[in-house]
Nanobody, 120 residues
Framework: QVQLVESGGGSVQAGGSLRLSCVVS????????IRWYRQAPGKQRELVAF???????TYVDSVKGRFTISRDNAEKRVFLQMNSLKPDDTAVYYC??????????????WGQGTQVTVSS
């Protein structure tokens, strides 16, 4: 069974850094685009960044120049390096990936989320 498991969240002061990780567990034929979303209290979930299988990356304007998404296809893992963190970055961060499990069609999976809290 395919699962996405995030780690690396925590509490930091403004200007600090965190590195989120998401691993895809289970037997897979392929992993396509992987995305990081976030949801702050009282707000809608927003797409923060995504990376395609061929390493093309895209970022929401609010994190450009501060966040970097990367992936290790061999390890089935994606990272989100977050630098110069601001209180507005406080949210639950979710990993989202298009995965083709062995014996099944490709579909989109979500992780359980990891909390990031940035204090001023």
């Amino acid at each position: 069974q395919v699962q996405l498991v995030e780690s690396g969240g925590g509490s930091v002061q403004a200007g600090g850094s965190l590195r989120l990780s998401c691993v895809v567990s289970g037997s897979t034929n392929s992993i396509g685009t992987i995305r990081w979303y976030r949801q702050a209290p009282g707000k809608q979930r927003e797409l923060v960044a995504f990376i395609t299988r061929v390493y093309t990356t895209t970022y929401v304007d609010s994190v450009k120049g501060r966040f970097t998404i990367s992936r290790d296809n061999a390890e089935k893992r994606v990272f989100l390096q977050m630098n110069s963190l601001k209180p507005d970055d406080t949210a639950v961060y979710y990993c989202n990936a298009d995965v083709e499990p062995v014996g099944f069609l490709m579909r989109t999976y979500w992780g359980q989320g990891t909390q990031v809290t940035v204090s001023s």
